[in-house]
């Protein structure tokens, strides 16, 4: 596609439900990426896939987050039993190379509300 | 543990007038990008600067890296009101690849 998209645009779930964000990034890209940011915050980094390679899970909060990548493209974010302090924008990028040389491409976010 | 400051984090200036953004970085790098972000909105690349040295201009920002000191600045000449936004910079760590952001700064630009 011509870009990063990300569905759904806002999400809003009771707390204890789980979430499934899906990214799919821009076509050739091998590196994509999950971010997640609070209301006037900075940008928190969650998980990054590249190519066939074990995904770098570092930034997980919890065991209540994972993600997957099907085919090297589409990926999916899945929050289990969904907390208020969950709420927060999910941001997904992908990059061409993931090599260090080249800038990633944000998509424009899952607005996520846990009430 | 690659730590990103950036300073100020809030900055409110005159059109016409001149400032500097700056961004530290804790280990070492030689690959630094900068971000702008309208409020509700992703986030828009503006530079990617790979090597000590490199300066990159666009209109009325301009970038430089000096990886010795682990320090960019985005350099903002005769501020117009459009240039208002959140403007965040990111550092690659070695190895990982991963970009681990700045806490942004919000800009402000008063007609």
């Known amino acids: 596609g011509a870009g990063v998209s990300q569905s759904p645009s806002n999400k809003v779930t009771e707390k204890g439900k789980d979430v499934e964000l899906r990214c799919d990034p821009i076509s050739g890209h091998t590196a994509l990426y999950w971010y997640r940011q609070s209301l006037g915050q900075g940008l928190e980094f969650l998980i990054y896939f590249q190519g066939n390679s074990a995904p770098d899970k570092s930034g997980l909060p919890s065991d209540r987050f994972s993600a997957e990548r099907t085919g090297g493209s589409v990926s999916t974010l899945t929050i289990q039993r969904t907390q208020q302090e969950d709420s927060a924008v999910y941001l997904c990028?992908?990059?061409?190379?993931?090599?260090?040389?080249?800038?990633?491409?944000f998509g424009q976010g899952t607005r996520l509300t846990v009430v | 543990e690659l730590k990103v400051e950036q300073n100020p984090l809030f900055l409110s200036m005159q059109e016409g007038k001149n400032y500097t953004i700056y961004c530290n970085y804790s280990?070492?790098?030689?690959?630094l990008y900068w971000y702008r972000q309208d409020p509700g909105k992703s986030l828009e690349s503006l530079f990617v600067?790979?090597?000590?040295?490199a300066v990159k201009q666009e209109g009325r920002l301009m970038a430089s890296l000096d990886t010795k000191a682990r320090l960019s600045t985005l350099h903002i000449t005769a501020a117009v009101h459009d240039l208002s936004a959140t403007y965040f910079c990111a550092v690659q760590t070695s190895g990982t690849y991963k970009y681990i952001f700045g806490t942004g700064t919000r800009l402000k630009v008063l007609a």
């Open positions: 600067l790979l090597s000590n040295g």
């Open positions: 990028a992908s990059s061409s190379r993931g090599q260090g040389d080249t800038e990633a491409f």
């Open positions: 280990t070492t790098s030689d690959r």
